[in-house]
């Protein structure tokens, strides 16, 4: 039963490009959620998805930033024209039940980005 | 708004003896607590929680205490092993919310001396 995959596990990207960050949560998980952690802190929330919807984006920045989760293949984080600021490790996390932090809740790996 | 704080940024420990690890928070509305496990390069594994209605939960080495009142919890990893000496992130759900949203605090870097 393979874990929380998320690729790539490095991703370098100079100013201005777009960055794609993949997750496929585990089998039967049908939540995720993304979290950033930037150098030196804690994981910050990003967003929740459900397949095909949004169900909270409350930590996403406004602009440049996107999150889907189709109803085929794995979730996307999308930031367009990168800063140096987005550089960052983010993970993503999937779950079988909503509000279930205790019950089979898994992180993947995480992607670094660096923009350079 | 740092809702979840670990102030110490980092412990050194013996081998076999006690690591304890704090966390404060000031949500009143966070009613589960976790701490989590990370190693460089790779992503925050879980290790004990604990629910608002209990002041106590243990799990073999470790054991977890909150402390309501004071909006502290604590780790307890007794006897500590080399193979501890990680990052320790506490975490907190709200209840309110039906999903597992999670805040983290900024981490606690555990080393334990042989």
């Known amino acids: 039963n393979a874990g929380v995959m998320q690729n790539p596990r490095h991703l370098v990207r100079r100013r201005g490009q777009e960055a794609r960050l993949r997750c496929s949560p585990m089998k039967g998980h049908s939540h995720v959620y993304w979290y950033r952690q930037l150098p030196e802190e804690g994981l910050k929330f990003m967003v929740y998805l459900q397949k095909e919807n949004i169900i909270d984006e409350s930590g996403m920045p406004k602009e440049r930033f996107s999150a889907e989760f189709p109803k085929e293949g794995p979730s996307i984080l999308r930031i367009q024209q990168v800063v140096r600021g987005d550089s960052a490790a983010y993970f993503c996390?999937?779950?079988?039940?909503?509000?279930?932090?205790?019950?089979?809740?898994?992180f993947g790996s995480g992607t670094r980005l660096t923009v350079v | 708004d740092q809702q979840v704080k670990q102030n110490s940024p980092s412990l050194s420990v013996q081998e076999g003896r006690i690591s304890i690890l704090n966390c404060d928070y000031t949500n009143s509305m966070f009613d589960y607590f976790l701490w989590y496990k990370k190693y460089p390069a790779e992503g925050p594994t879980f290790l004990i929680s604990i629910s608002s209605i209990k002041d106590k939960n243990e799990d073999g080495r470790f054991t977890v205490f909150l402390n309501k009142s004071a909006k502290h919890l604590s780790l307890h990893i007794v006897p500590s092993q080399p193979g501890d000496s990680a990052v320790y992130f506490c975490a907190a759900s709200d209840g309110g919310t039906s999903y597992g949203k999670l805040t983290f605090g900024q981490g606690t870097i555990l080393t334990v001396h042989p």
């Open positions: 996390a999937s779950s079988p039940l909503s509000g279930a932090p205790n019950y089979g809740y898994t």
